[in-house]
Every structure is written in structure tokens, then in C-alpha cells.
């Protein structure tokens, strides 16, 4: 039903297409602050955990996020691209983009039709 709601009231646009470009996010960085704000962020979102609110908020708080920051940021200063400071994924959704971009330029004159 929500979804026939969703359709209903959105404009037709007749031969486009659309392209979304998005990850689910990466820490800023490998250490134990900034994986514990990224897990604390992602796991806190209600659409990536769905049970009760409550009980799920004392669950990550009290024992997810006092232990999972630091085994969580050592595998990722495994995989870290340390001479770019970014984690993998960043790097490649940003190269995609660039790549993306560069299509857009080239076909359509910078322009998305």
C-alpha cells in the first residue's frame, strides 16, 4: 500500500533515467574514536536494525561499542590505503563518481538529461 502511495503522487518523467551512486559509509579513520562513531552512526539507524529502539540502544552502547571499535579498526588498518588515508571504499565510490562524471561530460556536455 505505502508503496502505491509513494508512486501515485510522483511526477512522470517521460525517457530519463536515473543513477544513484551511494555506500552504506566507512570511519573517517582506523582508530578506535572514529570506528566506534561510524558503528555507533550506522548501527543506530532504525532502517539497518529493526527490533525495539530501546533495548537495541543499551545493547549497542553498553556492550557493542566497547569492544567491536577496536577488533573492527584493526582489520580496517589492514585493508586502509594509508598513503591516501582513506578506507577502500571511499576511495572506489569516489573513483566512480569521477568515472560517472566523466561519462556525463562526455556525452551529455556536463549536463544529466
Same mark, same amino acid.
Given at each position: /500500500? =505505502?508503496?502505491? /502511495?509513494?508512486?501515485?503522487?510522483?511526477?512522470?518523467?517521460?525517457?530519463?533515467?536515473?543513477?544513484? =551512486?551511494?555506500?552504506?559509509?566507512?570511519?573517517?579513520?582506523? *582508530?578506535? $574514536?572514529?570506528?566506534?562513531?561510524?558503528? &555507533?552512526? $550506522?548501527?543506530?539507524? #532504525?532502517?539497518?536494525?529493526?527490533?525495539?529502539?530501546?533495548?537495541? +540502544?543499551?545493547?549497542?552502547? =553498553? $556492550?557493542? =561499542?566497547?569492544?567491536?571499535?577496536?577488533?573492527?579498526?584493526? &582489520?580496517? #588498518? #589492514?585493508?586502509?590505503?594509508? *598513503?591516501?588515508?582513506?578506507?577502500?571504499?571511499?576511495?572506489?565510490? &569516489? +573513483?566512480?563518481?569521477?568515472? $560517472? +562524471?566523466?561519462?556525463? *561530460?562526455?556525452?551529455?556536455?556536463?549536463?544529466?538529461?
Amino acid at each position: /500500500m =505505502l508503496d502505491n /502511495m509513494l508512486h501515485t503522487n510522483h511526477p512522470k518523467v517521460p525517457n530519463k533515467i536515473g543513477t544513484l =551512486l551511494l555506500n552504506l559509509g566507512t570511519p573517517d579513520n582506523y *582508530d578506535y $574514536f572514529a570506528v566506534r562513531r561510524y558503528l &555507533k552512526e $550506522f548501527l543506530s539507524d #532504525k532502517r539497518v536494525i529493526e527490533v525495539n529502539y530501546i533495548l537495541w +540502544q543499551i545493547i549497542l552502547n =553498553l $556492550f557493542i =561499542l566497547t569492544s567491536r571499535p577496536r577488533a573492527t579498526g584493526g &582489520k580496517y #588498518k #589492514k585493508i586502509w590505503f594509508h *598513503d591516501k588515508n582513506e578506507s577502500p571504499l571511499r576511495y572506489y565510490t &569516489k +573513483q566512480q563518481a569521477k568515472k $560517472f +562524471q566523466q561519462i556525463i *561530460d562526455t556525452k551529455h556536455n556536463g549536463v544529466i538529461v
